[in-house]
């Protein structure tokens, strides 16, 4: 491994385990504090989620513009993929969050397994999906829980 490689690594590792800090914080508080924030933390917590899906397809588009091995006929449906969560988020952010949150969860399982399937043909490195499944595992499951505390006792 170069380098770089490893410099890009150890960055993703640290951005992307930091960036589940707010999913499991505003878990914690909606089960610990529910009317902290003004009652908004299930807000936050569907807004975050969108904005991090909406990311998770935007990596598609960059992985087709750096790629120099792959045909039109594989890059076109990796671009085209890359806008499919931002228009699902911005769907479902207009939703209550007792209905966006599980619906967020969703779309983030999906992701990857799109991600899963799509991946490997671009010769992403294998320590990204191990990344993801961790990411996209932590993120689903916070976004269950604060839709658990959201349910009528």
Known sequence: MSETSATV????????LGGL??????????WIMPNALGGL????????????????GAVHWGVALTSDSQSAATVGPSMLW?????LYCWLVALLP????????AAGLLIAWLVDRA???RFGVPAWF?????????????SLVLTWVALLPA
């Open 21 to 30: 800090i707010p999913f499991v914080g505003l878990t914690l508080l909606v």
């Open 118 to 120: 799509i991946y490997p």
């Open 97 to 104: 969050p007792v209905q966006a949150l599980p619906l967020l």
């Open 41 to 56: 933390a299930p807000e936050a917590q569907v807004l975050y989620a969108a904005s991090i899906l909406t990311f998770v």
């Open 129 to 141: 999906m191990r990344l993801r499944t961790v990411l996209t595992g932590v993120a689903a499951t």
């Open 82 to 86: 890359s806008v499919v969560p931002s």
């Open 9 to 16: 690594e150890r960055w993703a590792y640290r951005l992307g």
